[in-house]
C-alpha cells in the first residue's frame, strides 16, 4: 500500500501515488455506502474525537458518520463553547486529549497552522478538517474523487476555480491536488479575492469570467463569504453575481458536458444561480457530498492502518 | 589598573581598516593602539599586565541598537541582569534599550529607574531610550526635555507608527529644537494590520495573513517628506526591503539627517524560514524574500543602512507556543548577533571592519555615545574573539530568561573570548 502519512494535514505532502491509493480505497467505500449494509470494521475499537474550533455543520456530520459506519467511536467536542474560552491554549487542549487516548483527531481551526501544531503534540493521528486559510484536503480530495467519476480521469483535465480564492483553504488544497495531478487550473476572480504572488502557483489567472471559462472541462465554484461582501474586496452582491456568478450564459462558454462544482453552502444567486445549481446533468454538488463521506472513510482507513504499524512496531 | 592586549587582529572600524598589533588600556579607556613590534615590546614591558590574544580579533563592543528588556513589567521573559550577562558573552558592551515595556518608558522617573536598576544588575552600559508619545500612543508627545535629561539616547514609539501626522510632525520639531534623536518603525499601518507574513507565493500557500514590502516604502516615503518639512533627525528602525533602498539613498543624498538600521534576522534568514508555521521566527516586520535580503545585505556592505542590531526581543515559550497568527513576534539575539553576523564575513558579503562599524562605531556615533572607537581616549569597551571558532547552538545555553532563537540548532561560527567594559572584564569564556 502506498500511503505513508502518519496525518492528514495538507495537500502539499502527499504524492500522486498516495492520492491514487487513498481515491481508489474512497471509491470502494463509496460502493459500500449505497448498499444495504453500510458498515466496515476498518476503525473497529478505535477512538475518534472531532475538535471543531470553528463551526461546520456538514464536514463534521461527514466525519462523524465516516467514523461510525468503519466502527470507530466518535465523540464531537464544539471548541467554540468550551475550554477555549476560558482561556486554555491549544497545547494545553492537545495535552489533556492525549489523556483520553484517542487514535483518530479531526481538527477545524480558524487559523493556518494550527492543526499542524496540533498534530505536533498529540499521540494519533490528525486530520486537518481546515484550518484557516491554508488547507482542506479532504474537501479537495472528495473533489477529485466527484471529477474522476464524472470525467474518468484526473489528469490532463481544464478545471477553473472561481471565487474567493484569497480567503479558501477549499482553493489551496484542489491547487495543490489537481496540479500535482497533472491538470491545468485556471483561477476566475477579481484581483482582490486573489493571494499574492499567485502568478507563481502554475495557475493561469483570469478576471473575466467568460474568458476563464472557454472550453473548461470542470468549473468549480467557490463560496464567497458574507463578511467578505462588504469588507471592502468588491463594490456589492449584486455587481459581483453579474460579474462572478456562474449562469447559464457563463457556463456556455465551458465544454458542453463542463461538471459544476461547489464545496457548499452555497449563496444562491450570489456566486451561482439556484437553477444551475439543481442541474442533475451539469451539477454534482450532491455527489461532492456523497463522496465526502467515502473519502473521509478511506483516509481514517490508512491512517489507522499506519497508526496500528506504528504502534506495533513502537511495542515491539 | 592597566592591561596590554597583545598579538591581536585590531579591528578599527573609524578607518574601516584590520591590523595585527596591541591596545593597551589604562583604567577605564583605551590609551593607546600599538601596531610597531618595537613599541608593543616596549609598553610591554612597562604594562602591570600583559595578555596574549593569540592571533584573535579585538574589536570595540558592540553597540546593540533596540535591546528590549523585560523590565518593568515582564522580568519573567528578561531582566538587566539576564540581559546583562547575554550582552557580556554575546560580545554586545551597551545595550540600548527599548521604551517598549510596561508600562511604556515615557516618563523621567521611569527612565531613572531603569538607570538605577541597570546600574546594580548590568554588567555592561545601558542606553535607554525613551518613549515618542505617551503610553506610544501616538497622541501627545512626552517630555522631551526632561527625558533628554535624564538620559534618554532617542525617542522612539519602536513598532508602534505614529499614524497622526500631524502628531508626527510636532514631535519631530519639537525634538529638532534639542536635537533629539526620532527612531521610527516605518511601515504603512493600513497594508500592514494584521499581518504575520511578507505576501507572496509562500505566505499565500500557507494562508498566513502578510503585508506587501511595499508597506514599509511607504511608510518611509511618508517619513521622509515630514523629515524635509522639519528638519528632524531621523533614524529608521529597520529597512528589510529592496524597494525601501532607493528611497533611502534618495533621502541621505537630498541631505536629510536620515540613517537607518536593519537586524541581524533580515540580514541571515528569509520568509522560507517559517517553515511549517516556526513561530520563533516571527519577526517584526516579517522575514523578506531572498531578493530582499540580498539587497539589504549589500546596502550593509555599501554602508547605505548604517547599523545591525539583534532587535532582542525575549518572548516566553507561552507566548510562542501558539498558532502562527496568535504568536508573539522577535527573537533573542544579544548572544547570537556574533556569529550570525560573522556569517555574512565568512560568506564573503560584507567585509570584517564595515560590518562591525554597523554594529559599533555608527550606532554609538548616531546616538551620541563615544564607544564603538579602537583609538586613544575612547573608553575601554572591547571584545575578544575568535571568528573561526564553529559551534552548534542550543538554545538552553543562552543566558538570557527567555530562549526564542531562530538559530536553534544552527551551526555557527565565532565566539566570544573576553568582554571588557570600562577596562573592567565582565566576561571570560570558561
Known amino acids: ?316 | 589598573m592597566s592591561l596590554l592586549l597583545t598579538n591581536a587582529r585590531l579591528i578599527d572600524p573609524e578607518a574601516l581598516t584590520e591590523t595585527h598589533g596591541a591596545v593597551y588600556i589604562d583604567g577605564t579607556t583605551i590609551a593607546e593602539v600599538l601596531t610597531d613590534p618595537a613599541a608593543i615590546e616596549a609598553r610591554a614591558a612597562r604594562a602591570l599586565r600583559v595578555e596574549d590574544c593569540g592571533g584573535k580579533v579585538l574589536a570595540p563592543g558592540m553597540v546593540d541598537l533596540g535591546v528590549k528588556i523585560g523590565e518593568p513589567g515582564e522580568r519573567h521573559k528578561e531582566s538587566f541582569r539576564s540581559a546583562g550577562l547575554a550582552a557580556a558573552a554575546g560580545g554586545v558592551t551597551t545595550m540600548v534599550t527599548r521604551p517598549d515595556t510596561l508600562p511604556v518608558t515615557d516618563t523621567p522617573e521611569q527612565l531613572e529607574f531603569i538607570t538605577r536598576r541597570a546600574a546594580e544588575a548590568s554588567p555592561v552600559r545601558i542606553a535607554p531610550m525613551s518613549a515618542l508619545t505617551k503610553g506610544r500612543a501616538g497622541r501627545e508627545m512626552v517630555e522631551i526635555g526632561f527625558m533628554l535629561d535624564a538620559g534618554a539616547v532617542a525617542f522612539t514609539d519602536v513598532d508602534h507608527v505614529v499614524t497622526d501626522t500631524r502628531v508626527f510632525s510636532r514631535c519631530l520639531t519639537y525634538a529638532r529644537s534639542l536635537g533629539a534623536l526620532v527612531i521610527a518603525h516605518p511601515q504603512d499601518p493600513g497594508l500592514s494590520a494584521g499581518a504575520a507574513a511578507t505576501s507572496g507565493k509562500f505566505a499565500s500557500l500557507k494562508g498566513l495573513p502578510a503585508v506587501s514590502s511595499m508597506a514599509e516604502r511607504m511608510g518611509f516615503d511618508r517619513d521622509m517628506a515630514l523629515v524635509e518639512m522639519t528638519g528632524a533627525r531621523y533614524h529608521a528602525d529597520q529597512i528589510t526591503t529592496a524597494r525601501a533602498l532607493p528611497a533611502l539613498e534618495r533621502a541621505k543624498a537630498n541631505g536629510l539627517d536620515v540613517t537607518a538600521g536593519v537586524s541581524i534576522h533580515h540580514l541571515t534568514l528569509n520568509e522560507f524560514d517559517l517553515g511549517d508555521y516556526r513561530t520563533f521566527f516571527k519577526l517584526t516586520p516579517p522575514l523578506r524574500s531572498e531578493d530582499d535580503r540580498m539587497a539589504v545585505v549589500e546596502a550593509v556592505a555599501t554602508g547605505l543602512i548604517d547599523t545591525v542590531s539583534s532587535m532582542h526581543t525575549p518572548q516566553d515559550e507561552e507566548s510562542k507556543r501558539l498558532p502562527f497568527e496568535e504568536a508573539a513576534a522577535g527573537a533573542v539575539g544579544l548572544q547570537t548577533l556574533l556569529p550570525a553576523a560573522l556569517r555574512l564575513a565568512h560568506e564573503g558579503l560584507i567585509e570584517l571592519p564595515r560590518l562591525w562599524a554597523a554594529l559599533s562605531l555608527n550606532p554609538a556615533r548616531r546616538l551620541g555615545l563615544p564607544q564603538g572607537r579602537l583609538a586613544p581616549g575612547a573608553p575601554a569597551d572591547l571584545v575578544l574573539f575568535d571568528p573561526g571558532a564553529p559551534f552548534v547552538l542550543d538554545r538552553f545555553t543562552l543566558l538570557s530568561k527567555s530562549k526564542n532563537t531562530p538559530f536553534d540548532s544552527a551551526r555557527m561560527e565565532g565566539r566570544v573570548t573576553a568582554t571588557w567594559v570600562g577596562g573592567q572584564e565582565v566576561y571570560r569564556r570558561a
Open chain 1, 1 to 316: 500500500m502506498s500511503f505513508r502519512q502518519s496525518h492528514l494535514l495538507g495537500i502539499e505532502h502527499l504524492a500522486p501515488d498516495e492520492i491514487v491509493t487513498l481515491l481508489d480505497l474512497a471509491a470502494e467505500y463509496a460502493a459500500l455506502n449505497r448498499s444495504d449494509r453500510k458498515h466496515g470494521d476498518a476503525l473497529d475499537g478505535l477512538t475518534q474525537i472531532n475538535m471543531f474550533f470553528e463551526n461546520s455543520t456538514r464536514t463534521q456530520a461527514s466525519f462523524e458518520l465516516a467514523g461510525k459506519r468503519l466502527g470507530a467511536d466518535v465523540m464531537n467536542m464544539s471548541m467554540q463553547a468550551s475550554s477555549i474560552k476560558k482561556g486554555e491554549t491549544l497545547i494545553d487542549t492537545a495535552l489533556s486529549l492525549n489523556a483520553m487516548h484517542p487514535d483518530l483527531l479531526v481538527v477545524r481551526h480558524p487559523q493556518s497552522g494550527a492543526v499542524d501544531l496540533l498534530a505536533q503534540k498529540v499521540n494519533c493521528a490528525v486530520l486537518n478538517a481546515g484550518d484557516g486559510r491554508h488547507e482542506h484536503p479532504t474537501q479537495a480530495l472528495l473533489d477529485a474523487l466527484t471529477i474522476r467519476n464524472a470525467k474518468g480521469r484526473l489528469h490532463r483535465l481544464s478545471i477553473a476555480i472561481c471565487g474567493d480564492i484569497a480567503h479558501s483553504r477549499v482553493a489551496r488544497s484542489n491547487i495543490l491536488l489537481l496540479g500535482k495531478m497533472e491538470n491545468r487550473v485556471r483561477l476566475v476572480a477579481p484581483p482582490t479575492l486573489l493571494p499574492a504572488g499567485i502568478e507563481n502557483f502554475g495557475v493561469e489567472v483570469f478576471h473575466d469570467m467568460k474568458a476563464g471559462l472557454e472550453d473548461v472541462d470542470v468549473v468549480m465554484m467557490l463560496r464567497l463569504q458574507k463578511e467578505r461582501m462588504d469588507g471592502g474586496f468588491i463594490p456589492s452582491e449584486r455587481e459581483y453575481y453579474h460579474r462572478y456568478g456562474l449562469d447559464a450564459e457563463k457556463l456556455a462558454h465551458a465544454k458542453d458536458d463542463a461538471i459544476v462544482m461547489h464545496p457548499g453552502p452555497m449563496n444562491r444567486g450570489v456566486e451561482i444561480d439556484g437553477t444551475l445549481a439543481d442541474d442533475i446533468n451539469r451539477s454534482v454538488i450532491q455527489d461532492q457530498v456523497e463522496m465526502g463521506v467515502a473519502v473521509r472513510m478511506a483516509a481514517m482507513d490508512l491512517l489507522a492502518r499506519n497508526l496500528r504499524e506504528r504502534r506495533k512496531e513502537a511495542a515491539a
